[in-house]
């Protein structure tokens, strides 16, 4: 499955637009990472906990995403674009989004 970000292809020809797909996932944070997470905020730097609960959200929801764009017959997804956010109680929650347009290619 091809997945990017631009609205063509380079070298492929869209032979049919299958709709808009999306993938949504949603990730607790646990409290050794939030505890750490604020120390590294306190001291500065990055916060390699997070940074990985991200990355690997945005690859599940490309997973989600991919499989919905399958069972409508594409073979690629353009346009794609995520989202990011905090939710639940305290924002303890990650929630990672993306949508694109499912097409198929030749």
């Known amino acids: 499955m091809i997945v990017t970000t631009t609205n063509s292809i380079a070298d ?13 996932v949603i990730i607790g944070a646990n409290a050794f990472k939030d505890f750490f997470a604020k120390i590294r905020d306190f001291f500065g730097g990055r916060s390699g906990a997070y940074e990985k609960v991200v990355r690997e959200g945005k690859e599940d929801a490309i997973n989600e995403m991919c499989k919905r764009a399958e069972a409508l017959g594409a073979n690629a997804v353009i346009g ?9 109680p305290k924002n303890s929650m990650v929630m990672v989004a993306c949508n694109g347009t499912a097409v198929r290619v030749d």
Do not use: C, H, K, P
């Open 12 to 24: 492929a020809r869209i032979v049919e637009y299958l709709g808009i797909v999306s993938g949504e």
């Open 80 to 88: 794609v674009n995520f989202d990011f956010g905090t939710i639940g």
